[in-house]
């Protein structure tokens, strides 16, 4: 699938301000610094739409990338940074738990986890709720290029027993650095959007 038409539509502090729901939306969720940003970026073939960062905690808005007014990419402020005020994590969580909740036009769920780390208690209370709610339960497992190749069965095996994947097929090893995967996970979006 090609992309002409790349905008970053809306960015959402609040559910006031979200996007009609006119169009479908594919959404990208895990852990703070994990990559999501760096993903749609890579995967728009855009160095610098989305805002990342090497410190966690980058995103705290709900931004919708627009494709071609066809769908939307949706970035999501990640979860399970240690390193915030209660108060401010209380409202990332709520922003994020708000959309993936109420939001109609909501077609699939990606989650994001990083392939060199067991995935954490939180990761799979959100995969058990992406799978509860009827969403495939596709994983990118992100930082590929800071393992070796031999290491790769060890640590998708990690991952799927962590979470009780019993696909290996669901999960995507990729790399924002070396685009490993960008063209099998594009096909995956385009079957999404043409479904
Ligand atoms: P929050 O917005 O804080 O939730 O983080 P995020 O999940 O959007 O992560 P972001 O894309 O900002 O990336 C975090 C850091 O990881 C940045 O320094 C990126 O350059 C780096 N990074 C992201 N993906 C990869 C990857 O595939 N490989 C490597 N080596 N670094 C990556
Ligand atoms: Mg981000």
Same mark, same amino acid.
């Given at each position: 699938?090609?992309?002409?038409?790349?905008?970053?539509e809306q960015?959402?502090?609040?559910?006031?301000?979200?996007p009609?729901?006119? $169009?479908?939306?594919?959404?990208?969720?895990?852990?703070?610094?994990?990559?999501?940003?760096?993903?749609?970026?890579?995967?728009?073939?855009?160095?610098?739409?989305?805002?990342?960062?090497?410190?966690?905690?980058?995103?705290?808005? $709900?931004n919708f990338?627009?494709?071609?007014?066809?769908?939307r990419?949706v %970035?999501?402020?990640?979860?399970?940074?240690?390193?915030?005020?209660?108060?401010?994590?209380?409202?990332?969580?709520?922003?994020?738990?708000?959309?993936?909740?109420?939001?109609?036009?909501?077609?699939?769920?990606?989650?994001?986890? %990083?392939?060199?780390?067991?995935?954490?208690?939180? %990761?799979?209370?959100?995969?058990?709720? $992406?799978?509860?709610?009827?969403?495939?339960?596709?994983?990118?497992?992100?930082?590929?290029?800071?393992?070796?190749?031999?290491?790769?069965?060890?640590?998708?095996?990690? $991952?799927?027993?962590?979470?009780?994947?019993?696909?290996?097929?669901?999960?995507?090893?990729?790399?924002?650095?070396?685009?490993?995967?960008?063209?099998?996970?594009?096909?995956?979006?385009?079957?999404?959007?043409?479904?």
């Amino acid at each position: 699938m090609k992309f002409k038409e790349i905008e970053l539509e809306q960015v959402a502090g609040f559910k006031s301000q979200w996007p009609d729901e006119s $169009i479908e939306e594919i959404a990208f969720v895990g852990r703070s610094n994990v990559g999501k940003s760096s993903f749609i970026n890579a995967f728009l073939g855009r160095k610098n739409l989305a805002r990342t960062s090497s410190k966690p905690g980058k995103t705290r808005t $709900i931004n919708f990338y627009n494709i071609d007014n066809k769908f939307r990419l949706v %970035d999501l402020p990640g979860y399970g940074y240690a390193k915030v005020s209660k108060a401010e994590k209380a409202k990332w969580d709520k922003l994020i738990n708000e959309y993936l909740h109420d939001r109609e036009n909501l077609k699939e769920v990606f989650l994001l986890v %990083d392939i060199r780390h067991e995935p954490t208690n939180l %990761d799979l209370q959100m995969y058990n709720w $992406i799978i509860e709610s009827g969403f495939t339960g596709f994983i990118i497992a992100t930082k590929y290029d800071k393992i070796s190749r031999n290491q790769l069965h060890k640590h998708i095996k990690q $991952i799927m027993k962590k979470l009780d994947v019993a696909d290996e097929g669901l999960i995507f090893a990729y790399s924002s650095e070396t685009g490993h995967n960008i063209g099998v996970i594009n096909e995956q979006v385009e079957v999404i959007v043409n479904s």
